[in-house]
C-alpha cells in the first residue's frame, strides 16, 4: 500500500514511517521541519519506497500530486510542545488549523481515508478521571496559550467529524496520551527527555509546580501499532479513540525514577509554573484515558500497551 504521512519527520511520524516501510508499504512525507528533523529519518531515508518532501502541507499543489498517488493518509503535522505553543501561539493555531483544513479538502477529493492526530489536550482541565471520548472538554480562557493548541486540536476533530458526517469522508480520529520513545525531544518542552537529559548531564532535574500532578506515559511503538490496526479496521471509521497507557505517575515520581534508572547525582529542583512557562498558567492536575473503546475495537491485538513505564524509560536512557 502507499500512504502519506503528513509531519513523518517528527516523532512519532518517523516512528510509523519506519514501521510501514519494515512490513512493505511505500511512505511519502510531507513535513516543514519546524519541529521535525532530518535525523529523525536518516536512517531510513535511502529506502527506494521513501519519498520526502520539506514542505508544508497547506501547499495544495504538492499536496494534492501526493494525495493521487497513496491509498491512506495519517495527518500528523502540527505544532506540538506545552512549551512551544505558549511561546509561539499564532503559530501554533495557524498550523493546526490550517494544516488540518487543507489536508481533509484534498482527502475529499481524491476519496482517501485519512487519521487525524488529536491530543488528550482536548479534555483540557475537565477533572473527571479517566477521561472517555464522549466526555465534555473542558478548555480554559483564551488568556492562556495552552488553551489556545487545546481548542485549535478540538476544531480539528470537528472539521473531521463534519466532513465524515456530512461528506462521508472516512475519518479515524486519535487523541494521544504522553507519547513517549526514542527520538523524542526536549526542546519543545516534554518532560521525559528534558528529565533525561538533565540526569545523564548531571544537571538539575526540573520539576514545574509541586509535582503532583501525574500523567501516563505510553510508549511510542504501542501507539504506532494501535494506529495502523486502526486505519485497518472498518469499525473504526467516523471515531474517535484514546491511545494511551494507564499507568498513572506523578511527575516528582518521574523524576526520581528516571534520576534511579539514568544512575544520576542530579539534584531535583521544583520550578514554580509562572516560570516555567507564563504567568498564570493552568496544568491539569491527572490525565488517565479510558481505553476500553480501543481495546474492544482492537481485540484481536491483545493488551494494550505491551510495553510498560520501566522498560520503556529503560529503553530510552539507554539509547539517549
Ligand atoms: N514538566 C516538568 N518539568 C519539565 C517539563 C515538564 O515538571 O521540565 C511537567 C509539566 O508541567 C507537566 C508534565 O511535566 O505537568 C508533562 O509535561 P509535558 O510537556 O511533557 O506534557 P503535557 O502533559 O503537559 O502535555
Redesign the pocket.
Known sequence: MKVLITGGCGFIGSHLAEKLLSIGHEVYVIDDLSTGSIDNIKHFRANSKFHLNIDTVTNKKLLSSIVDKVDLIYHLAAAV??QLVVKHPVRTIETNVHGTEAVLEEALRGNKKVLIASTS?VYGKSKKIPYNENHNLLIGSPTFGRWGYACSKALDEFLAMAYWKEKKLPIVITRFF?TIGPRQTGQY????P??TKQALSGKPI????D?K?S?CFTYVGDVINAIIALMENDKAVGEIFNIGSTEEIS?ENLAKKIKQLANSSSKIVHIP?DQ?YEHGFE?MRR?IPDISKLSRTLSEMGDFPKHGLDETLKLIIKIF
Do not use: C, P
Open positions: 510542545g506545552v489536550e504522553n518542552g516534554m518532560v521525559v528534558t528529565f526540573t520539576v514545574y509546580g509535582g500532578q500523567r511527575i509554573y516555567a496544568d490525565r
